[in-house]
């Protein structure tokens, strides 16, 4: 008998704290899985930020730094410069990568640097209890907007692969979503190409995955949440490849 | 006889530090040390190691940070507006407790204030300018000479301590060319092994650089070891100058660029029959409390010098402890006390009697 699937064994025998329906979990495990795949747990550095999955190095038996929040891509650029040998990730929310963290997010794929990004786009500032990031969709309710966003108030979401497949650095830049097996298959895929292009010292991955912070959204079952990244965000946020490195682009 | 050399102070920082082995240098540009910077970038590449301009001081700190936890020698240097920006890291890197070296070129503030040589950062810089009780250690060179090895010796104390150091100078003593003796450009201890390094999972052994603690219980144990921790290093690494001070009956006090104005203006008193001395603090945090407190039992007064409205002044009166009066000479915003106005001041506070 063919194993078909497992559980990466060094997912560490943790309950998950995050609440169900929670997209959270669904990467970690994509994140081992690929690690494990491309063989580069000993060389493996992750950088952990600040948000719901602050406490990721409590489930992954990675080595790992914890960053402040939004900083998470600066430290990767330090320890990545300081050994360029090793691989080095980090684990962002979309508050942290695109609010507080604008600028080192643009920089470091401005600069160029060698590293994978994580980026978990689930429209909200879910740890501090759904207030509004930079990704809230148009109309989405939060607590410090409950009516709804509207541009008016407080502008549009910032669709952030976009903007980043502006600057003229090399690297993979996916949006996946966290919705269906085969979005799932998908988004695994482009995981792996994002490490592949550090790896081969081409340049850095950015993989946006589409979640869901069901408990801020105040839905009722992790079905309702998977539902909703298809029906909402998928429909503000594209799914597909923005950059490709050379290695990767058909000739 | 050693050789000498003329030096600029933040080339002698910068040089000394690549020479204590940092390997990585972040930093973003700000008047009065960019210099350093400057340094750094055509240093470093050439000599095996990363020099990387940042977008700001925020991730300029945060880039040392990165590097500093994979364990290698790592710094950054700014002045006064950029140390502030870099506040909430420097106290994650104290928790972190992380090795880690920052210059701060202090000049005039508040605010972004001018570019005139000041000492206002000391309570910024002793007393935990970020969030938090933690401490850095905090040396204070008064010349080129000192620039350098008071630079090597805090990569060395970062590493024995595991905690940031700062070298807080002021603009004169960055922008001050001196001969220097070059062996001061030189590193006195070893580098020690980071078993601790975050390079990846080892013979199944993972490495985790943390910052924020799992349970309520741990923060107060990790507080607990950061102050057993400040104390030791308050009782092994507190340093401190004396000069003319054994006999004296008037102590000025004085860190950095006034201390030369005080030794000047010591000399030029004894001359003229007053007993005055100087006690310098090297490290300011740790503080000498403890010389202060003895000299205390004996002299008539304290002067205390600073180029700030008197932010050290509390830590002299403290350490005074009401056994003799303490005054304060000096000011904010780029005000100097130059020897002919200390010695003034302190025959005015003699009332003409020499002592
Ligand atoms: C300097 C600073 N400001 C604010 C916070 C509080 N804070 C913690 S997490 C967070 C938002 C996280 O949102 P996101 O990155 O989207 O992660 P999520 O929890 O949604 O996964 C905020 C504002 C903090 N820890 N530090
Ligand atoms: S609050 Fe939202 S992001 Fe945080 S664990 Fe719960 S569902 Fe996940
Ligand atoms: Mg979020």
Redo the contacts between chains.
């Keep these: 008998m063919t194993e078909l699937y497992k559980r990466p064994d060094f997912i560490l025998d943790e309950p998950f704290t995050y609440c169900p329906g929670c997209s959270h979990g669904i990467v970690h495990r994509l994140l081992c899985e690929v690690i494990d795949e491309l063989g580069i747990r000993g060389d493996t550095v992750g950088i952990c930020s600040i948000g719901c999955a602050v406490r990721i190095w409590n489930f992954i038996e990675l080595d790992f730094i914890q960053a402040t929040h939004g900083r998470a891509l600066a430290f990767a650029t330090g320890a990545k410069r300081a050994n360029p040998d090793k691989c080095i990730f980090t684990y962002q929310g979309d508050g942290d990568a695109m609010s507080i963290g604008t600028a080192e997010t643009i920089h470091a794929i401005a600069r160029g640097e060698k590293v994978t990004v994580l980026f978990v786009n689930n429209t909200y500032f879910g740890a501090t209890g759904g207030q509004l990031a930079p990704t809230t969709l148009p109309g989405q309710k939060t607590t410090t907007y409950p009516e709804g966003r509207t541009a008016d108030r407080i502008g549009n979401p910032i669709r952030t692969c976009e903007l980043l497949s502006t600057l003229d650095s090399e690297g993979y830049i996916a949006r996946v979503a966290l919705d269906t097996p085969a979005h799932i298959r998908q988004a695994k895929a482009a995981l792996k190409k994002a490490f592949q292009t550090q790896l081969s010292g081409e340049g850095y991955g950015f993989v946006e995955f589409l979640g869901c912070c069901p408990s801020n959204l105040k839905l009722n079952s992790p079905v309702e949440a998977w539902e909703w990244i298809g029906n909402h965000s998928s429909k503000y946020f594209p799914l597909g490849e923005f950059k490709l490195p050379r290695s990767m682009q058909e000739v | 006889m050693s050789k000498r050399t003329l030096m600029k102070g933040t080339v002698a920082i910068g040089e000394a530090a690549i020479r204590a082995g940092c390997?990585?240098y972040?930093g973003y540009p700000i008047t009065p040390q960019s210099e350093l910077l400057e340094y750094m970038a055509e240093q470093l590449p050439k000599r095996g190691g990363?020099f990387?301009q940042?977008?700001?001081e925020?991730?300029?700190i945060?880039?040392?940070?990165?590097?500093?936890?994979?364990g290698?020698r790592?710094m950054t240097s700014s002045s006064s507006p950029g140390i502030s920006l870099m506040q909430?890291?420097i106290s994650?890197i104290a928790s972190?407790e992380l090795p880690v070296v920052i210059v701060n070129v202090t000049r005039g503030s508040p605010g972004l204030g001018r570019i005139t040589p000041a000492q206002s950062d000391y309570n910024q810089a002793c007393k935990g300018g970020g969030q938090g009780d933690y401490k850095l250690i905090v040396l204070t060179p008064a010349s080129v000479q000192e620039m350098a090895e008071l630079t090597s010796l805090a990569f060395h104390l970062a590493d024995k301590y595991m905690t940031p150091a700062m070298i807080l100078g002021d603009a004169f003593a960055g922008q001050m060319m001196e001969s220097i003796d070059e062996e001061a450009l030189n590193p006195k201890f070893e580098e020690p092994e980071k078993p601790w390094a975050?390079?990846?999972?080892?013979d199944g052994k993972?490495?985790?650089?943390?910052?924020?603690p799992?349970t309520d219980a741990e923060l107060i144990t990790l507080n607990e070891r950061l102050q057993a921790k400040y104390r030791l290093i308050a009782e092994n690494e507190t340093r401190w100058e004396e000069y003319r001070a054994e006999d004296a009956d008037i102590l000025l006090v004085a860190f950095g660029t006034p201390s030369r104005f005080a030794k000047a203006a010591i000399n030029s008193l004894r001359d003229d029959g007053y007993r005055v001395g100087l006690i310098r603090p090297i490290t300011v945090c740790p503080y000498p409390y403890q010389v202060i407190n003895e000299y205390a039992k004996h002299v008539s007064f304290f002067l205390d010098i600073e180029m700030n409205e008197g932010q050290m002044l509390e830590d002299v009166r403290l350490a005074v402890n009401g056994q003799c009066p303490v005054h304060f000479l000096g000011g904010g915003g780029g005000k100097l006390t130059p020897p002919d106005v200390i010695v003034a001041h302190v025959k005015e506070l003699c009332g003409g009697d020499k002592i």
């Design positions: 390997r990585n972040f990363v990387v940042s977008e700001s925020l991730a300029g945060s880039m040392v940070h990165g590097a500093a936890a994979t290698q790592s909430e890291e994650t972190a975050a390079t990846g999972v080892k993972r490495h985790m650089v943390l910052t924020a799992f």
